[in-house]
């Protein structure tokens, strides 16, 4: 199962949830405001939407999430390959390192990476 889309606003929220979870929606509340200047209201109204959508449950006013960070990240990065890049991962690649200096210790790492996939391993 595809992970639920999370839209840029509901991602900042995600990760004060993902960062202070389990938390109560009180505490949350407080969290938004101060982080994200959000009423009380659109905080609930978040928190209800991402629940409605499987991406975190409430119960008894304990947030918690459903999806990790890094699922989210995956499926985003997923869906941007696929719709910009004609599910290209070299294209998607040379687009992100046209314009942008890449170390020698990314070459590395990204290196290791290809390694541990190429033997099978868990990236």
């Known amino acids: 199962m595809d992970a639920p889309k999370i839209f ?8 004060i949830l993902w960062e202070h979870e389990p ?3 009180s505490e949350l509340v407080a969290l938004c405001k101060e982080k994200l200047g959000w009423k009380s209201s659109t905080t609930y109204t978040v928190i209800k939407r991402l629940s409605d959508r499987g991406v975190l449950k409430n ?5 918690t999430s459903l999806i990790s960070k890094n699922e ?16 290209s991962l ?3 690649i040379a687009a992100f390192t046209r314009h942008r200096k890449v ?6 790492e990204i290196q290791q ?11």
């Open 8 to 15: 840029e606003s509901e991602y900042r929220f995600c990760l």
């Open 59 to 63: 119960e008894n006013t304990i947030v």
């Open 23 to 25: 938390i109560k929606s």
């Open 113 to 123: 990476i290809i390694d541990r996939f190429r033997q099978g391993g868990a990236l």
């Open 103 to 108: 170390t020698e210790n990314d070459i590395d």
């Open 72 to 87: 989210a990240q995956t499926a985003e990065i997923e869906e941007l390959v696929e719709k910009k890049f004609d599910n």
């Open 90 to 92: 070299p294209s998607f």
